[in-house]
């Protein structure tokens, strides 16, 4: 659960040694697997049948014949939220193309973002993910914003990310814009140390049929089956999409229990309302359950045990955006979006309603100024019910925030130097106003060198868990219990982050990119003891130990990050990556923590490393290798690893291919995290393949 066995540590206690319990039994379990993969089985038999009836959809572009130039070109909005050649940003950006996609082997965002330098990725179990940029990593890693087409995805109980719900059809993402630092001035709090922007593509770019199919070892059966047409002046495409998941082993080598199974719909359209004004409208709606290992706490006696509990999860969202061009010096964009979910388990219930409101106006000033600014509204409300592991107070919450930025970019040399300043203000869910400025200057002294600096301030705004939570950490001899709670006075988190970077395009074969950064923290997030107390309730009266989040800790963090595109040959083309993350974290002098700056420095890697290669072993078929080199974490008692994915894709027809994937092919199993701070128990990732067929039509 929650930080359980964090709470543990602090007193010097690791239950070692806990009792399984299985909260549902065999029969209702297997049954609701059997039903998922008759589900499934109907799907793929009605994929294949609509299939034979559709119109042929445009063939994938394919970006293997374009230089490295070309790729270094591409255009990004995610910096500035503004169209931006990658190769003059001024941020740590990196680019995930549909080409890369299709070369990964990838059946999710999670397992994509590997790739990325700076990103530190780690698989929890079946279903769960810890990802954070430049540290600070958690299941629920609270410094990294996530969007899809511009819907944030940071849900305010925990603050951070359901990996599990983000179920984006892969042939459907245009690209993945990841920034590695702050980007607070235009995207406000919580994108501390990194932006992921998940971009999918217009539905003009998806028109007829495609049906993709697969399965294998872990990935069990897997399928979408999608359709794109147009109407008058618009275009859409519908889909429907579904995945079984087996489950991975625990860390004792016995069955996990977390096998994962997902459902998921949606729809886009794009339509051309004048010569002037353009209208996306798009939705998405899921179900699916999965399972997990909690540790439950029992008093009577006191015992801490496993117990396996099946948790289920739905949602929908809708978005529109509406962006009118009032000249090609001034354009304006309005966005709505209303998200709702459910989530039951595996400690407490969760259901929450999110309505978004964003407008922006882009204007170019003269010669010298291309500036953009905005405000934003955005009203959600939970209801949770609690357990006895873990409750929320109050059980319901509505919150509110508003927010306006401004950002200019002064062009000091035209093409050649540029100054970017701006600032975000906003008014947070619970701790009040926070200012988010920040100071970039780009040089490009010729077309294929440019360099770039950056001042920045971010914030991380409290949680519904940091404010109001109350969990049961561990049950001690006594009887006795460690309870965690929540702060009312908790506050944000802030880091002023410098960084500089350069870019250079050594040949049209080899580019070369790096990134040096220094992070100052202040205000971060401590657990502090609390007086022990009688609770009378319990006959006899149970011993408490509480503990409460404060804001006591500090320091700095400091890392370099490189990553080259080399095209060795037109047939083989290698993408190595690499990076550096040194963490100098204290504690304020009247702190009691024993125990987080030790937990947090051991639970994030120093060294990460990634080599991908891709080569055309024929017209048809062509072959791609992917291996990633995590350093370990001691505070998880986790080994560093190196992960090998491998990939055999066969061209069959113009329209048709089949891929061959392996997964963790070097270890029969290893695990990734093992964080004490999460809510499920880790899970050791084990080595997968299957077999994908994609057809479009």
């Known amino acids: 659960m929650i930080l359980r066995r964090a709470g543990v540590r602090g007193l010097g206690f690791r239950p070692e040694s806990k009792r399984t319990v299985r909260a549902s039994g065999p029969e209702a379990r297997n049954s609701g697997i059997h039903r998922k993969r008759k589900r499934s089985h109907a799907f793929l038999l009605l994929a294949l049948w609509m299939a034979s009836t559709g119109s042929a959809q445009e063939k994938p572009n394919d970006l293997s014949s374009k230089s490295i130039e070309d790729l270094m070109n591409i255009e990004v909005t995610s910096v500035s939220r503004k169209e931006q050649k990658i190769s003059q940003v001024a941020a740590a950006i990196f680019v995930i193309t549909p080409e890369d996609i299709r070369r990964s082997g990838a059946t999710n965002i999670p397992d994509l973002l590997r790739m990325v330098p700076g990103l530190d990725v780690a698989q929890i179990n079946a279903s769960n993910w810890a990802i954070s940029a430049r540290g600070f990593n958690l299941q629920f890693a609270n410094k990294l914003l996530v969007l899809i087409d511009g819907r944030a995805v940071y849900t305010p109980l925990f603050g951070g990310v359901y990996w599990d719900a983000q179920d984006v059809p892969l042939e459907d993402i245009e690209r993945i814009e990841v920034i590695r630092g702050p980007g607070g001035t235009v995207w406000g709090a919580n994108a501390v140390d990194g932006v992921i922007n998940v971009i999918t593509k217009s539905s003009a770019d998806t028109q007829g049929g495609l049906v993709t199919l697969g399965g294998g070892i872990q990935q069990q059966g897997f399928g979408t089956l999608q359709y794109g047409g147009k109407f008058t002046d618009s275009t859409y495409r519908i889909f429907t999409k579904y995945e079984n998941d087996s489950q991975f082993p625990n860390l004792s080598g016995q069955d996990g229990y977390d096998d994962h199974h997902l459902l998921h719909g949606g729809f886009r359209a794009d339509t051309k309302l004048s010569k002037k004004d353009s209208l996306t409208t798009q939705g998405d709606i899921y ?71 964003d407008f922006q106006n882009h204007i170019t000033l003269g010669a010298r100024h291309d500036l953009i600014w905005g405000a934003g509204y955005r009203h959600t409300w939970d209801h949770t019910v609690g357990t006895i592991d873990q409750a929320f107070r109050p059980a319901d919450k509505a919150a509110e925030l508003f927010d306006a930025f401004v950002q200019d970019q002064i062009a000091l040399k035209p093409d050649r130097v540029s100054l970017y300043f701006g600032t975000k203000l906003e008014n947070n869910y619970f701790s009040g106003f926070d200012l988010e400025p920040s100071v970039r200057l780009s040089w490009t002294p010729s077309p294929r060198r440019s360099f770039w600096g950056a001042i920045s301030r971010a914030s991380r705004t409290p949680s519904r868990r940091d404010i109001g939570l109350s969990a049961v950490e561990a049950a001690l001899p006594g009887p006795s219990a460690v309870l965690l709670r929540g702060n009312p006075n908790f506050g944000s988190e802030h880091i002023i982050a410098y960084e500089a970077g350069y870019r250079t395009q050594i040949s049209s074969r080899l580019s070369f990119d790096a990134t040096a950064f220094i992070n100052d923290y202040t205000s971060l997030e401590s657990i502090e003891p609390l007086p022990a107390f009688f609770d009378p309730n319990f006959n006899p009266p149970l011993v408490v130990h509480p503990q409460s989040f404060g804001n006591k800790m500090h320091g700095t963090t400091e890392g370099v990050e490189a990553f080259a595109k080399w095209k060795l040959t037109d047939r083989w083309t290698l993408n190595p990556g690499y990076s550096y993350l040194q963490m100098h974290l204290h504690l304020d002098t009247d702190s009691l923590d024993t125990f987080s700056v030790a937990d947090v420095q051991g639970s994030n890697p120093v060294h990460q490393a990634q080599l991908l290669s891709h080569l055309e072993l024929s017209k048809n078929i062509s072959w791609d290798a992917n291996a990633y080199f995590v350093g370990r974490l001691p505070a998880q008692f986790v080994a560093s690893y190196t992960r090998l994915d491998s990939q055999l894709t066969w061209r069959l027809a113009e329209r048709v291919e089949l891929n061959i994937v392996g997964q963790n092919l070097i270890h029969d199993h290893h695990a990734e995290f093992n964080d004490q701070l999460q809510s499920v128990n880790s899970s050791l990732i084990k080595r997968s393949a299957y077999a994908k067929l994609t057809w479009h039509f």
């Open 287 to 357: 179900t699916g359950e999965e399972g997990g290992t909690i540790v439950h706490a029992a008093f009577f006696p006191p015992e801490n045990i496993n117990v396996q509990r099946l948790a289920t999860l739905s949602g929908g969202d809708i978005l529109t955006r509406w962006t009118h061009t009032f000249s090609s010096r001034s354009d304006t964009t309005l966005q709505f979006y209303f998200d709702k979910y459910t989530r039951n388990g595996e400690e407490s219930n969760e259901a929450r309603n999110t309505i978004d409101f």
